[in-house]
């Protein structure tokens, strides 16, 4: 039953073949066996998921029908969740209780799904394989020798394991596709402000959005349905109403316009991946979709702009972890300039503190204009890039990593780490909606097709994806978790 | 040498809304410490700011009032520095597109001419917390209250060259913010609070001199105070061989001096960003026309007006309007009274005098307007003198009884009685008679010590015209 998607499971407990409580419990079974070899969890939240488990199995009774009432479902530790320790991957935060419930999480409170616990990650979503995280890296259920990708690392490894039907994460420059195509996985990041980030920790505001890590594109729908929408706590969340996202799950994709983006079948990827890649778009073809070769020719930028814009607004945004209110502090400081200095040397890992002094340094007086200013320069001609494309073209399909997913302690080198996101950190630039879906494996390792739309596109692109899924069988296949290495 | 003074004023107002800059907290003043801070304040992870109207409603009613252009498109940056009572580590605040761009407004100057100063510019900006250092046994604590209040901060030009000058533009703003009532401007309390930029320069000089920055000013008598010192000490520094550092400096009252801070505290690099959780905020006509057709009647339109249709003096009509609170209490006598001569002379007088020697605002008087004007009508219909009007006037500061019925008890009622002055007349004839022989001579100045005395003996109730006219008969 666990391995199930969600949208089968919903139909599960319509159909009264199996409670809530029994599915919750089959699930902390599985994370009881299996999470200490992955480690995807942070916090595994037991008692009260059965509790939950009860009450929605009682709304149920009681007449509920709402298609996540009892399911079971895991949120990427930087989700503020009232009264559960909600850590971000960072020893500053590791005894950090939040007093209140993200959006996101309310929102899946409110349609019934039932809390399993909080999932590893890079730390404060910095990373791109889950190797920062204080609370150690995750293991790929595919070969646990390999990283799940990352930041969203944990909720990706916890999806592919079933250790969960479901999983939140989020996406600055590819925190969900990319570790979504390393484990195997469906991952959904929606345009900049389709859903709030309140609650959401921040790393680099004017990118990070909120997304689902699932089994399928129908199920990133179902999520879709409570997740999207405006929220008068996040001024920068669109006051645009949302979709009904599975209303258009079922349109042909006869006459589909996609674009292939040249950038993305250049140098630097694995001809096996673009074989899989290649593959994968002749079965749109014979859905009845029309294929042409684009240009994004401000794509080599990308990754240069996005490391000086995230760095930059998360050496702000990670200001506020000084000692004073709440999280790590050094022991006995001496005044307050130790507490500072102590306190953010001994919370933050180096990749966080890395990035702090670049964006530091490239916000400099001085520096501004150079770096900053210029940054957000190329920003708008990525967007402009994109803008030009959806001209002539309903989606853009390419890979979501240039190859498969690598070996923990392979990457080394920070701009070889930060190249992984090549072909993701774009789409994050521009504000646009991106999902990565299984096509066939490498050498048993999964491939992630990445499909891009224009702004506010989501319907379409769920669409897309889930055509391709009912035509393929490569989402349902499942990892054989071998005993791998111990940690 | 012969130096000149150049000011230019940054100054701080908390708008007074009912909740914060970008949270739902309140902002009252005088609360336990950490009651009026909710988990944005606290800047807890995951938190994001939303916009108060109200604030922007404010800073664009200040705009309009001084002439300024609105900034239909302002954008919101991020202030980076570390300080525990700066939860975030950076303040929201606005760089290169503020809400209120460049204004002016006039002061009345000692000799009475009148000069425009500039204003550059006013954002809006959120207010820090505090960092409480008694009581905590070496350690400090920190109070978030203030944390996250609106704060507009105007800008001068640097036009001002004098202390006087400073204190009559700081002044001027006073009454304008008062009169358009955005924040309570209470110096004091800290809702209003001023650092001052000064330089010298040899008289002539077009260039400016190096300017120090005077923080910590928190009353109008400190800014006069603190900017004298300063100009003393540059002088000093210069006449002396030396050069002045361009530094901030901290205004201590107590020894009535500046400080230099340590450079360390100052030397930021303040890494501004436009502030990526807010949208900018744009401005259409609509609204800006919409806030221009709520602002009040403004200080100056108001004198102008009093000076018209009261027929005020210059002077007296400026006292009268400098805060809106005084002119509403003048014209309301005024109205009452029928008089508005009469009624200026009292509140600009009697009843400021009054205010002042008990460090009082006009609207904590203990005589209301009503009361005045009525006390003011008495006297125009003769029932008292204006003499037995300053002790009625007296007894109403105590008594809150109405001003008929303090004359009447009091028996205060001045006596028109011909019988009755008749009385006074003969007997103040009976006990002169040297000065009624004098007056009997042709000595007319006489009479003025005769009447006198009849009013002392009347304990100032006779009517004075009518002793005057009986006695005259009289002395016939």
Known sequence: ?487 | MEWETVIGLEVHVQLSTESKLFSGSATAFGAEPNTQANIYDLALPGVLPVLNKEAVKRAVKFGLAIGAEIGKHSVFDRKNYFYPDLPKGYQVSQLDFPTVGKGSLTITLEDGSEKVIGVTRAHMEEDAGKSLHEDFHGMSGIDLNRAGTPLLEIVSEPDLRSAREAVAYLKKLHSIIRYLDISDAIMAQGSMRCDANVSIRPKGQKEFGTRTEIKNINSFRFVEKAINYEVQRQQDVIEDGGEIVQETRLYDADRDETRSMRSKEVANDYRYFPEPDLLPIELDDAFIESVRAELPELPDARKERFIRDYELSEYDAGVLTSEREMADYFEAVAKHSGDAKLAANWVSGDLLALLNKNNMEIVDSPIDAGRLGTLIARIKDDTISGKIAKTVFEAMIEDSSGVDEIIESKGLKQVTDSGEIEQLVDQVIANNPDQVQQFRDGKEQVLGFLVGQAMKLSQGKANPAIVNELLRKKMA
């Open chain 1, 1 to 487: 039953m666990i391995e199930k998607t969600a949208a089968e499971l919903s139909a599960s407990l319509a159909a009264r073949e199996v409670s809530s409580e029994e599915l919750t419990r089959a699930y902390l079974d599985r994370i009881s066996s299996l999470n200490e070899q992955l480690n995807a969890y942070i916090t595994v939240c037991a008692e009260s998921a059965l509790e939950q488990a009860r009450s929605a199995d009682e709304k149920r009774a009681a007449g509920d029908s709402s298609p996540l009432l009892g399911v079971p479902i895991a949120h990427k530790d930087i989700f503020c969740t009232n009264g559960v320790t909600t850590t971000c991957g960072s020893r500053m935060l590791h005894n950090f209780v939040a007093p209140y419930d993200a959006t996101v999480v309310e929102n899946f409170n409110k349609a019934g799904a039932v809390l399993l616990g909080k999932t590893n990650m890079d730390e404060f979503a910095m990373g791109s394989s889950n190797e920062t995280s204080y609370f150690g890296p995750v293991r790929n259920p595919w070969d646990t020798k390999r990283v799940p990708g990352g930041s969203s690392g944990g909720s990706a490894a916890a999806v592919a394991a079933d250790l969960c039907a479901m999983a939140t994460g989020t996406d600055t420059g590819g925190s969900i596709r990319q570790p979504a195509a390393f484990s195997g996985i469906t991952g959904f990041k929606p345009s900049y402000g389709r859903v709030s980030r309140w609650g959401m920790i921040a790393f680099a505001s004017s990118l990070d959005q909120a997304g689902p890590i699932c089994k399928s594109a129908e199920d990133a729908a179902l999520m879709m349905n409570v997740m999207a929408g405006h929220d008068p706590k996040d001024s920068t969340c669109a006051n645009i109403p949302a979709d009904d996202y599975t209303a258009g799950l079922e349109n042909s994709l006869s006459g589909l316009r996609i674009g292939i983006p040249k950038q993305h079948f250049a140098e630097g990827l694995s001809a096996d991946v673009e074989q899989s890649i290649r593959d994968a778009l002749s079965e749109f073809e014979k859905l009845g979709a029309t294929i042409k070769e684009i240009e994004l020719p401000n794509n080599h930028l990308s990754v240069s702009a996005y490391y000086v814009v995230a760095p930059a607004e998360a050496s702000a945004n990670l200001s506020r972890y000084d000692g004073v209110r709440y999280g790590y502090r050094c022991e006995d400081p001496v005044d307050l300039e130790d507490m500072y200095k102590r306190t953010r040397s001994e919370g933050f890992g180096d990749e966080v503190k890395r990035r702090i002094m670049v964006g530091t340094y490239a916000l400099s007086a001085g520096f501004y204009d150079a770096y900053y200013r210029k940054a957000q320069k190329v920003r708008r001609l990525i967007k402009n890039d994109f803008d030009l494309a959806f001209k002539d073209v309903d989606v853009v399909i390419g890979p979501t990593s240039p190859h498969t997913a690598f070996e923990l302690g392979a990457k080394s080198d920070p701009v070889a780490m930060y190249l992984e996101d090549i072909y993701t950190i774009a789409v994050n630039l521009a504000g646009l909606p991106g999902i990565s879906i299984p096509v066939a494996p490498v050498a048993g390792l999964p491939v992630g097709m990445h499909i891009v739309g224009d702004v506010f596109a989501e319907s379409k692109l769920l669409n897309v994806a889930h055509q391709f899924q009912k035509h393929t069988d490569w989402h349902k296949l499942k990892p054989v978790i071998t005993g791998g290495e111990a940690s």
